[in-house]
C-alpha cells in the first residue's frame, strides 16, 4: 500500500458519459498529479494541484477537468468520453511541489473502460 | 525542462546484473535524477534518487558522472519479477514533469 488512494478501481461506462475519478494523497503530502496511461503508451501528464491550487498543466483535453478540496483529495472529471478516452488514470502525491526533486508516490490507478 | 533519452527496450537473463543508461544533457543545476519502475496495470515505484557521483540502495545503484548529463540504473543479479518499464526523470524547472516512454526490461530464465 503506498498511501496514495484511488477509487474506484475499474470503471466502465458508455459515450458520451461523465465521470470523476477519486483521489487521497498520502499523509503529508500536498501535491497531487493526474497521469493518464493508455495501452502501450507512457505516462501523460494532465495537471498538479499544491495545496489547493492548480501548479501545472499538461495536455489536459478541455473536457477533463480537476480539482483539488480543503483536506487534499483530488477529483478527476472527465466529461463527453470517447472510445479513446479508455485508459489506465494514475494519481501520484508529492510533499512539495516539484515532484522530480521530492519524488512520487503513486496510486493503483483507475481503469476506465469507455463503450 | 530537461529531457531524457532512454533506450526503448533492454533484455537480459536471470542472475546478470542490467545497466539501464539516460542521457540528460540539460541537467540544471538543482535538479535531482530519479529512476522508477512500473509493472503492468500498477502505478511506478519510486527505486532511487542521486544528485552526483554514487548512490546504492537496496535495491539499485545510481552512478552518474561528474558532467551530470547521464546517469546509469545498475540492477544487480536481476531476476524474472524485474521485468517491468523503467522510467528516468530529471527535475522539472517548470513543474511540467514528463516520464518518456522509459526502458521496457525483459528478464528472461
Known amino acids: 500500500d503506498s498511501g496514495v488512494t484511488q477509487t474506484p478501481k475499474h470503471l466502465i461506462t458508455a459515450t458520451g458519459q461523465r465521470v470523476t475519478l477519486r483521489c487521497s494523497p498520502r499523509s503529508g503530502d500536498l501535491s497531487v498529479y493526474w497521469y493518464q496511461q493508455s495501452l502501450d503508451q507512457g505516462l501523460q501528464f494532465l495537471i498538479q494541484?499544491?495545496?489547493?491550487?492548480?501548479?501545472a498543466k499538461g495536455n489536459i483535453l478541455e473536457r477533463f477537468s480537476a480539482q483539488q478540496f480543503p483536506d487534499l483529495h483530488s477529483e478527476l472529471n472527465l466529461s463527453s468520453l470517447e472510445l479513446g478516452d479508455s485508459a489506465l488514470y494514475f494519481c501520484a502525491s508529492s510533499v512539495g511541489g516539484t515532484a522530480a526533486n521530492y519524488g512520487y508516490t503513486f496510486g493503483s490507478g483507475t481503469r476506465l473502460t469507455v463503450v | 525542462l530537461a529531457k531524457t533519452t532512454q533506450p526503448i527496450s533492454m533484455d537480459s537473463y536471470e542472475g546478470q546484473e542490467v545497466n539501464i543508461t539516460c542521457s540528460h544533457n540539460n541537467i540544471a543545476t538543482n535538479d535531482y535524477i530519479t529512476w522508477y519502475q512500473q509493472f503492468p496495470s500498477q502505478g511506478p515505484r519510486f527505486i532511487i534518487q542521486g544528485y552526483k557521483t554514487k548512490v546504492t540502495n537496496e535495491v539499485a545503484s545510481l552512478f552518474i558522472p561528474a558532467d551530470r548529463k547521464s546517469s546509469t540504473l545498475s540492477l544487480p543479479r536481476v531476476s524474472l519479477s524485474d521485468t517491468a518499464v523503467y522510467y528516468c526523470l530529471v527535475g522539472a524547472r517548470d513543474d511540467k514533469i514528463i516520464f518518456g516512454k522509459g526502458t521496457r526490461l525483459h528478464i528472461l530464465p
Open positions: 494541484y499544491y495545496n489547493g491550487e492548480e501548479r
